[in-house]
């Protein structure tokens, strides 16, 4: 059993960063790739990035290559995903999500368990 909090959401301005954090309960949490999804308003929850469990593969969708970037410290089980230049279609619910499951390519239906998310809403 693995349980999720998410941290670090809040009101940013366009442009800015901010680092989400997502910390586990779990003794075998290093086993497990971790995912961040976000959700905005009126849109269906949509994949960001991925780190495998060893910390040795990162994955992420092609709409925020170079913005996004995802890191995890197994000393802390806490995995991190820091957003530069932000948009304001980064507007989102982020959540975290842990799997079993090891591959190329992910969707919410590959992960077993969840955080409760954080809000990051970007203003201009």
């Known amino acids: 059993q693995v349980q999720l909090v998410e941290s670090g959401g809040g009101l940013v301005q366009v442009g800015g960063s901010l680092r989400l954090s997502c910390a586990a309960s779990?003794?075998?949490?290093?086993?497990?790739?971790v995912g961040w999804f976000r959700q905005a308003p009126g849109k269906e929850r949509e994949f960001v990035m991925a780190?495998?469990?060893?910390?040795?593969?990162?994955y992420y969708a092609g709409s925020v290559e170079g913005r996004f970037t995802i890191s995890r410290d197994h000393a802390k089980n806490t995995v991190t995903l820091q957003i530069n230049s932000l948009k304001s279609e980064d507007t989102a619910v982020y959540y975290c999500?842990?799997?079993?499951?090891?591959?190329?390519?992910?969707?919410?239906?590959?992960?077993?368990?969840w955080g409760q998310g954080t809000l990051l809403t970007v203003s201009s």
């Open positions: 999500a842990a799997t079993r499951y090891s591959g190329t390519h992910y969707y919410k239906s590959l992960f077993d368990y």
């Open positions: 779990g003794r075998t949490f290093s086993s497990y790739t």
């Open positions: 780190i495998s469990g060893n910390g040795g593969s990162r």
